[in-house]
């Protein structure tokens, strides 16, 4: 019986989340719902097939980006996304050494608070060869605050009266990973949206420096550790793709919005697996120390961004 009820859950869940019938913090809301029952089918793995599926939600979501106009956006907040990140990853060191949590850790929270989440983390932790409990770890923290922030930022910026503009900028900054930038900006708006979704992938880019530092450093600290491989994730480059396909061939424009809407609710379906895959258990297991320095962390971003764009724009 449990189990038919969470194939007719998921089914009817999801079915909504795809046809956009329900809103991205909504349809993680009721993720976490089912998966507090114990509602998620048996022999399925949500966050696998989310992390694959969000990859194609983002490149389709290009097609709704004009590349001039989202640039110059972008352009406007860089040194925002700049001090951002070194603010970041310097205090996570720091306030991870005086909580006592393990440095490892607290460079793979500090870099996943400071670039994009889940995605950094998966790009530093092998530069570092960080354990595999540590990133674990480090995930999980993320984890949780990117579904509190997916669900607290759009009311947030409604209480302040927050333009598309700023708000889509202040996701972008303060939001960990990809999936809850673009969750929280949907929620906000189309053109919240093409900010937020823009300038988190200018942000993402920043992997590529961080990893590259980050395995240069370990192995000055560990001479006769071998080389390790650097990650970065496929969707930056076709993203960039559709929106220049979107941005110079102004012939398919009814085409290209097709895609965008099908990577809107394909997001929304997303951040229904996302919330699949949150337990209380997860929640648990992901200690306190270092969700304290994660959340002090983003506390720190969250304040700080919004208030620098508040004075900015």
Known sequence: M????????????GGAALTGLISSPTAL?????????????????????????????????????????????????????????????????????WLGVETSTAHLIGSGTAICGGSAIAAVGPAIRARSDQMALALAVVFILN???????????????LD????????AVAIHDTSSVVGAAEAY?????????TA????????????????WVYARSQPKQGRTKLVVPWFIGGFVVTAALASYFPGGDEMFGIFFAIGK????????????????????????????LASILWLTIAVGSLGWLMIEF
């Open 265 to 292: 609710h394909l997001l929304i379906f997303c951040l229904f697996l996302i919330g699949l895959s949150l337990t209380l258990t997860r929640i648990r297991a992901a200690g306190f120390r270092p969700l304290l």
């Open 147 to 161: 579904s509190v922030a997916l669900i607290l930022f759009p009311v947030i910026g409604r209480l302040l009266e």
């Open 29 to 97: 809301v009721l993720g976490f719902v089912l998966a507090g029952f114990g509602w998620v089918p048996r022999h399925f793995n949500p966050a696998q097939l989310a992390k694959r599926l969000l990859a194609v939600a983002i490149v389709l979501l290009g097609f709704g980006v004009q590349l001039d106009a989202a640039l110059a956006i972008t352009g406007d907040a860089i040194g925002l996304i700049i001090v951002s990140i070194v603010v970041t990853l310097a205090l996570g060191l720091l306030l991870g050494k």
């Open 164 to 171: 598309q503009v700023t708000f889509g900028l202040w996701s």
């Open 200 to 215: 988190k992938l200018a942000r993402a880019l920043w992997i590529v420096p961080l990893a590259l530092l980050s395995a």
């Open 2 to 13: 449990t189990m038919l009820l969470s194939y007719l859950a998921f089914v009817l869940v």
């Open 189 to 197: 708006g189309d053109e919240a949206l093409v900010v937020a979704t």
